[in-house]
C-alpha cells in the first residue's frame, strides 16, 4: 500500500517542476498548500509535524501524537542507539525521513540505509520544516537522488557530521533487502499495518530481514499484530514489547541474539496463547517475495482452515475466546510460569500443541 493517490500525482508535478531547474523555495509553499487545503490529504499532526494519509483513507502514515515524536518515541528511543558507537541503521519503509532524522538526531555517527518505494513521499520531504537540523542531511540525499548526482547505492559521506553514512534505496523493500550486502544492529520496520498491507510482516521477508542483522541486533515495529509477532518468532526472533505509544498496545523489540543484559520484557501471556494454540496465530507467508496482499490474505485463511482440521482431529483444537480466556489445559499455562523469553514460551506450547 501507498500514500494517497492524490497526494501522489500532485507531488509528481511538482517533481517535474523541480527537474526543470527550479528551486524547492520557490514552489514549496505552493505544494504544502495545495496537499492541505485543495485535497486535504496531508494533515498536521499534535506536534506540529505533518504526515500524508494512504491509499486508505482511515490510515495515516503517523498517529496524530505527532510523526516526529512518533519517530523519536517509538523508533529512536527504544532502539538504544544512543549509546552505540556508530549503529548501522536499516530503516525501512523510509517515507519522509523522520526515522532517519531522528536516529540522527541521537546519534551523529548513525550510518543509515533507507527504503522506500515511493519517490513521490520522499520528495515531499525536501518542502517540509521538520524541526531537527538533521532533516538537512536527508534531504541532501534525496536531492542528490532526484539530481541523480551520485548513484542509488552509492556511499554519501557527509562533511558537517562525522562519520555519517546516508544511503537511499527506492523501490520494493523486498527486493531491495536481498540484494544488501551489510549486517545491521538496528531495523526500523516502518510498514503500512498489516491489516491493511500485509506484504512486509511474512515469514519470508522476516527471514530476509534476519540474515542481514547482527547476532546483537534489535528490529523495531510499531505493530503489535498477532500474526506478525508470531512470523518473527517462526523466524528466530526472541520477541519483547516496548511502552505504548499513542495506542493501547506495546511496540514490538525483537531480537536476533540478544545479549543478557538487554531487558527482555514479554508480551501479554494472552498474545502468547494466540500466538502459540489459536489459528489467530498463523503468520503472513509470501515465499517468493512477490504476492499481493489480498494473496497473502487469502492463503493465510486457508492455512488457518487447514491447521483448525488437523488439531481438531487430535482433539487439540482451541477456539480463540477459549485461548483468550485461559479455559486451556493446565500444561500450557503451566509453561507460561516457567522463567523463559515470550519466544521460548510460544515455541514449547507449540511444541506441547502436537505432543
Ligand atoms: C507508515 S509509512 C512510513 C513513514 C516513514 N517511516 C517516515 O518516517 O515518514 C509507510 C511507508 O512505506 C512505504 N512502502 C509501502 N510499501 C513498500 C514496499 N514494498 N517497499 C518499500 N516501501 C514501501 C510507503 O510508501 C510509505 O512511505
Redesign the pocket.
Given at each position: 500500500?501507498?500514500?494517497n493517490k492524490t497526494a501522489l500525482d500532485l507531488i509528481k508535478k511538482y517533481i517535474d517542476i523541480f527537474k526543470e531547474g527550479n528551486n524547492i523555495d520557490e514552489f514549496k509553499k505552493e505544494l504544502i498548500n495545495n496537499l492541505l487545503n485543495s485535497s486535504g490529504v496531508l494533515v498536521k499532526t499534535d506536534d506540529g509535524t505533518y504526515?500524508l494519509v494512504s491509499e486508505d483513507e482511515d490510515e495515516l502514515?503517523?498517529s496524530r501524537i505527532g510523526?516526529l515524536t512518533e519517530?523519536v518515541e517509538k523508533f529512536a528511543i527504544p532502539s538504544n542507539l544512543k549509546n552505540m558507537g556508530n549503529p548501522k541503521i536499516l530503516?525501512?519503509?523510509?517515507?519522509?525521513?523522520?526515522?532517519a532524522i531522528a536516529a540522527l538526531h541521537f546519534n551523529k555517527n548513525c550510518e543509515i540505509d533507507m527504503?522506500?518505494?515511493?519517490e513521490e513521499?520522499l520528495f515531499l520531504s525536501l518542502c517540509l520544516d521538520i524541526p531537527y537540523k538533521e532533516h538537512e542531511l536527508i534531504k541532501e540525499v534525496i536531492k542528490d537522488y532526484f539530481l541523480n548526482k551520485r548513484s542509488n547505492n552509492k556511499k554519501i559521506e557527509n562533511k558537517d557530521i562525522k562519520n555519517n553514512k546516508i544511503n537511499l534505496y527506492v523501490?520494493?523493500?523486498?527486493k531491495i533487502v536481498k540484494k544488501l550486502d551489510k549486517k545491521y544492529n538496528i531495523v526500523?520496520h516502518?510498514?503500512?499495518s498489516p491489516q491493511r498491507?500485509a506484504?512486509?510482516y511474512t515469514v519470508d521477508f522476516l527471514k530476509e530481514i534476519y540474515k542481514k542483522m547482527d547476532d546483537d541486533a534489535v528490529l523495531i515495529s510499531y505493530s503489535s499484530s498477532i500474526p506478525f509477532r508470531s512470523a518473527l518468532v517462526e523466524v528466530g526472533f526472541i520477541l519483547s514489547e516496548g511502552a505504548p505509544v499513542g495506542r493501547k498496545r506495546g511496540i514490538t523489540i525483537a531480537y536476533k541474539n540478544p545479549s543478557s543484559d538487554r531487558d527482555l520484557k514479554r508480551i501479554s501471556e494472552v498474545d502468547e496463547r494466540l500466538i502459540a494454540l489459536s489459528t489467530v496465530g498463523v503468520p503472513y507467508r509470501d515465499s517468493n517475495l512477490d504476492l499481493d496482499h489480498d494473496t497473502i490474505i487469502m492463503n493465510r485463511e486457508v492455512e488457518r482452515e487447514k491447521l483448525k482440521e488437523e488439531l481438531s482431529k487430535i482433539d487439540r483444537y482451541y477456539s480463540t475466546k477459549k485461548v483468550k480466556l485461559g479455559k486451556i489445559d493446565e500444561k500450557f499455562l503451566n509453561i507460561q510460569k516457567l522463567n523463559l523469553n515470550s519466544s521460548e514460551i510460544i515455541m514449547r506450547m507449540k511444541e506441547e500443541l502436537r505432543n
Open positions: 500500500m501507498l500514500p504526515t502514515m503517523h510523526a519517530s530503516d525501512l519503509c523510509s517515507g519522509m525521513g523522520y526515522n527504503v522506500e518505494y515511493s513521499t523501490g520494493d523493500a523486498r526500523f516502518d510498514a503500512f498491507d506484504v512486509l
